[in-house]
């Protein structure tokens, strides 16, 4: 062996150690980002059907509901029923939340319309969660359709169809990708408002890093981009929302956008551009889906009259 091979064998022996050391560091970073990412943060129902009940009296007639998904995991939701055989609203809250953000609108555009309303849990999110993990808009689309198909399961008492026609779907943020995903598999869906929409679900994987860590670190996103594609063992697709939006047809939607310091504005007026059919664009808003909670009674009526007139008019 010459003296050079030598060397080269004292140098790997010498680094070798650091190198497997280094390596375990980046494993288990990507390991605790993937974990705590696709188990989203969790809190108590800011407010519940019951809870409701007991400040507006036995109006609110909303029901707890559950079904199968595709992949044969549960989901669950509240429902409200509405005229016999008119159409359904799908509401779809952001990442981070639960259904609870979105007990107002469902109560109001049921009052306003009439329409059957339903608003699940997105998987991993809400108290207890019957699936415990997110894929952050890998599988959100199709667990929309399986919500689609319950609902034509749902019979009157005279036994007729609960929901027929048109189906809306309203989402914000990976809800808003879910509900073009779940539109570009389900042509009954005709009727789309989404709010603060990601450009793909890359980017989705990016905020959540950063939230999770702390810091916009080029790095750690990175490796939670990897670290999903291997969880997800196949199933996670980064399909561009532009692209989704190109392959609709029939399909009216109103696009909702904050302000110049709002994280999503950018992605949604890049969206506005990708539709085939109608589009309504509503930009620079003072809030979005994603502040809702923390708004006065004034505010959140601003917000939600523009959607609840634009499902009324696109479905009835």
Not at 72 to 90: D, Q, Y
Not at 110 to 131: A, Q, Y
Not at 270 to 295: H, I, M, W, Y
Request: proline fraction near 5%.
């Amino acid at each position: 062996m010459s003296a050079r091979q030598r060397a080269a064998q004292r140098l790997v022996r010498a680094f070798l150690p650091i190198l497997l050391v280094v390596l375990a560091a980046f494993a288990g970073v990507t390991v605790w980002i993937v974990h705590g990412i696709t188990r989203p943060p969790r809190a108590a129902y800011l407010v519940t059907p019951q809870t409701f009940s007991k400040v507006t009296g036995p109006i609110l007639k909303a029901t707890d509901a559950t079904w199968r998904n595709h992949d044969g995991t549960s989901a669950r939701g509240w429902l409200i029923e509405g005229a016999e055989g008119a159409p359904a609203v799908i509401l779809l809250h952001h990442y981070g939340a639960d259904r609870s953000w979105l007990l107002n609108l469902a109560v109001k555009l049921h009052e306003s319309t009439n329409f059957t309303v339903l608003w699940p849990d997105l998987r991993g999110h809400g108290e207890d969660p019957l699936v415990s993990w997110s894929l952050l808009g890998a599988v959100e689309g199709d667990d929309v359709t399986a919500a689609i198909d319950y609902l034509h399961t749902r019979k009157t008492n005279a036994n007729k169809p609960q929901v027929a026609g048109r189906i809306g779907v309203y989402g914000i943020e990976l809800g808003a990708y879910a509900a073009l995903e779940a539109a570009q598999r389900y042509p009954e869906i005709r009727a789309l408002a989404l709010d603060s929409a990601p450009a793909a679900p890359d980017d989705l994987i990016r905020a959540a890093t950063s939230g999770r860590a702390g810091m916009n670190n080029a790095v750690l996103q990175k490796l939670a981009n990897w670290g999903i594609r291997l969880y997800a063992l196949g199933k996670y697709q980064s399909t561009p929302s532009c692209e989704l939006a190109r392959s609709l047809k029939d399909v009216h939607t109103l696009l909702l956008a904050g302000g110049a310091g709002d994280a999503w504005q950018s992605s949604t007026l890049q969206l506005s551009k990708c539709f085939n059919g109608p589009v309504e664009l509503k930009r620079d808003l003072p809030l979005t889906g994603v502040s809702l909670p923390a708004s006065t009674g004034e505010q959140e009526e601003a917000y939600d009259r523009p959607v609840i007139e634009f499902f009324d008019k696109v479905l009835r």
